[in-house]
T-cell receptor
Framework: KNQVEQSPQSLIILEGKNCTLQCNYTVSPFSNLRWYKQDTGRGPVSLTI?????NTKSNGRYTATLDADTKQSSLHITASQLSDSASYICVVRSTSGTYKYIFGTGTRLKVLA | DAEITQSPRHKITETGRQVTLACHQT?????MFWYRQDLGHGLRLIHYSYGVQDTNKGEVSDGYSVSRSNTEDLPLTLESAASSQTSVYFC????????????????FGPGTRLTVL
């Protein structure tokens, strides 16, 4: 069964600290993996996308990694800011079936001053 | 600026009533999607459309319908609202593109919180 699992479910860190969010997937065949940021009361916004051949992608203080062999991805946030408080959703697209996006349940991050 | 909007942002209705949620995008995207988001679940696909007059069922389509009469709009109708349909609904759009390219990014609306009493 195609699944995307994220950990931890929630995380609290102090402003300025780094953190890493995990995403494990069993989706096959694999097309690409995205990380979305979802602020409270808003729709998700794309942060990064990685295809099979890419293993690192950065977007400012956000760095995503992908290990297609172990089917794991991580999102590392450097020097966290209060505005990073949000849910982070991992989404894997399969090449099997059109618009077959599998969404994780997200990690809720809270950054404290 | 191009955008995607949803209305209403909040809706309370009663069991058995018909409800329509609006979605409007100004990007001229071919593809549009409706999802629902519930605690403990990832976003789940309800219906999607590749273009005008095209609609397709997603994984949780029972009790919902859509129609695509123009490029900009994809309204979602709950034929007879049920308490199990209490959720946050997101509309998204994306341009026509090959999978794996940057241009298959989905752009999400702000969501509609629907409560069925």
């Amino acid at each position: 069964k195609n699944q995307v699992e994220q950990s931890p479910q929630s995380l609290i860190i102090l402003e300025g600290k780094n953190c890493t969010l995990q995403c494990n997937y069993t989706v096959s065949p694999f097309s690409n993996l995205r990380w979305y940021k979802q602020d409270t009361g808003r729709g998700p916004v794309s942060l990064t996308i990685m295809t099979f051949s890419e293993n690192t992608k950065s977007n400012g203080r956000y760095t995503a990694t992908l290990d297609a062999d172990t089917k794991q991805s991580s999102l590392h946030i450097t020097a966290s800011q209060l505005s990073d408080s949000a849910s982070y959703i991992c989404v894997v697209r399969s090449t099997s079936g059109t618009y077959k996006y599998i969404f994780g349940t997200g990690t809720r991050l809270k950054v404290l001053a | 600026d191009a955008e995607i909007t949803q209305s209403p942002r909040h809706k309370i209705t009663e069991t058995g009533r018909q409800v329509t949620l609006a979605c409007h995008q100004t990007w001229n995207h071919n593809n549009m999607f409706w999802y629902r988001q519930d605690l403990g679940h990832g976003l789940r696909l309800i219906h999607y459309s590749y273009g005008v007059q095209d609609t397709n069922k997603g994984e949780v389509s029972d009790g919902y319908s859509v129609s695509r009469s123009n490029t900009e709009d994809l309204p979602l109708t709950l034929e007879s609202a049920a308490s199990s349909q209490t959720s946050v609904y997101f509309c998204a759009s994306s341009p026509l593109a090959l999978a794996g390219t940057r241009t298959d990014t989905q752009y999400f609306g702000p969501g509609t919180r629907l409560t069925v009493l």
